[in-house]
């Protein structure tokens, strides 16, 4: 039997509103025996203890919208499949060094790398698969009108294309059949698409009510990526159960999704970011302007209507979003009205609910999973210690050490 492990400094544990100072959590096997204070732990003899100056310990974070395709990454050795596969297994790596142990993942590579986490053959955050992203044709997710949608539906590893209410059946089947624990449509258009506009709305009524009832028929659920104010506001009035963005929301769509219960995905950290991002497309930049301010905007509303906010990112491990800046998204959610506190809920209870693993998950409770990230510095004084890797001292999964640059 292993020796327990030992974790003292600050304990934010994503329950209370309020840290424990001087603070242990002690860690058997791969769960949490114990959080609370130093003052009254039990005694671990023989036990690994890890702190760091300054430490503050949290949940591991959980990446609630993430692309693992390897396309954009700064790893990427290749543009074949295999090399992408292989880029997006190198990027894993990056995702726990930051501190990341959960993520939602909506690509064709999501099943195969989360097997082969859980089997042990590659190291990584938790995976809950959601296929690749389906859109319509013309529609967010229509990168190239020159290749058929047959084509695209073969070849791309996050867009699939169907059209009318019998393609929407098997399409959603389709993803389910190839692994997926929920389904994303594109209910908007979006700003990296070219060809068409974020107010654009994707799906008609009745292809929405296939994609949502089919989807419900596997006891699970379809988020839906939301830019424009129009199609956020007609997939949730056809019964989408989250949204993705939300860059254009008005009182209206607030209204629905607080009486509904849906919750919002952030990407706030590129929302914010997008016009100062370098080498893009002319596209991307013409519909960037007025990102910031909307986004901005649609989330302070949400802030006051109480909206469940999960933390997301859309990184890509790009130059422009690289994964040992992901906590940067942390901080884009406070420039925005939340606390920091409410930031790190976001980023992990929050999370771990989209996942349906907070049972297990989200929070550093004893008889968890003792995924747990040590940091160097007090995020609820400064946000933006959870933006830098370097920062991140210790990151255990399950109890195993993935990461530790202390001394």
């Known amino acids: ?14 329950v209370s509103d309020r840290p424990i100072p001087d603070g242990c959590v002690i860690v058997e096997g791969e769960k949490i025996a114990y959080v609370g204070p130093q003052e009254s732990a039990p005694k671990t003899d023989g036990a690994t203890v890890y702190t760091v100056p300054d430490a503050t310990i949290l949940p591991g974070f959980i990446d609630a919208h993430i692309h693992l395709s390897g396309d954009e990454s700064v790893h990427r050795s290749g543009s074949s499949h295999f090399d992408l ?27 195969p790398l989360r097997d082969a986490i859980e089997a042990g053959n590659i190291e990584g955050p938790r995976i809950m698969v959601g296929g690749k992203v389906l859109s319509m044709s013309s529609g967010h997710s229509d990168w190239d009108p020159n290749r058929s949608v047959q084509e695209n539906n073969r070849d791309s590893l996050i867009s699939f294309m169907m059209d009318g209410p019998e393609a929407c059946y098997r399409g959603v089947r389709q993803q ?15 700003v990296s698409s070219a060809i068409d506009d974020v107010n654009d709305q994707e799906f008609s009524e009745e292809e929405l009510k296939v994609i949502i009832e089919e989807t419900h028929r596997h006891n699970t659920y379809v988020t839906a990526h939301c830019t424009g104010t129009a199609g956020t506001l007609a997939a949730l009035k ?28 952030t990407t706030l950290s590129v929302a914010l970011g997008l016009a100062d991002m370098k080498n893009l497309p ?28 999960a933390l997301g990112t859309d990184y890509s491990n790009s130059p422009n979003t690289p994964f040992h800046a992901i906590g940067m998204e ?26 349906r693993r907070e049972k297990d ?22 946000i ?17 050490v993935q990461k530790w640059t202390g001394t």
């Open 330 to 355: 942390f901080h884009a959610l406070t420039r925005c009205g939340y606390t920091p506190m409410e930031a790190i809920q976001a980023g992990t209870r929050n999370g771990a609910r989209l996942m």
């Open 384 to 400: 933006r210690i959870l933006g830098d890797a370097d920062n991140v001292k210790l990151v255990l999964k399950g109890g195993k």
């Open 282 to 309: 002319p596209h991307m930049m013409r519909k960037a302007q007025g990102v910031r301010e909307a986004a901005m905007h649609s989330y302070q509303l949400a802030h006051e209507y109480g909206i469940t906010v």
């Open 1 to 14: 039997m292993s020796q327990p492990v030992v974790l003292l400094g600050r304990v934010i544990d994503a």
């Open 361 to 382: 998950l989200g929070t550093v409770e004893a008889g968890k999973l003792a995924d747990l990230v040590m940091v160097s510095g007090d995020p609820l004084q400064d």
């Open 85 to 111: 596969l292989l880029t997006a297994v190198r990027d894993l790596r990056d995702l726990l060094d930051a501190g990341v142990t959960g993520v939602r993942d909506m690509s064709a590579f999501g099943r």
């Open 238 to 265: 056809a019964g989408i159960d989250g949204v993705e963005h939300g860059v254009m929301l008005n009182e209206e769509c607030c209204e629905i999704m607080r009486a509904r219960g849906v919750p919002l995905v």
């Open 176 to 190: 389910f059949r190839e692994g997926a624990e929920f389904i994303k449509i594109c209910a908007t258009g979006g």
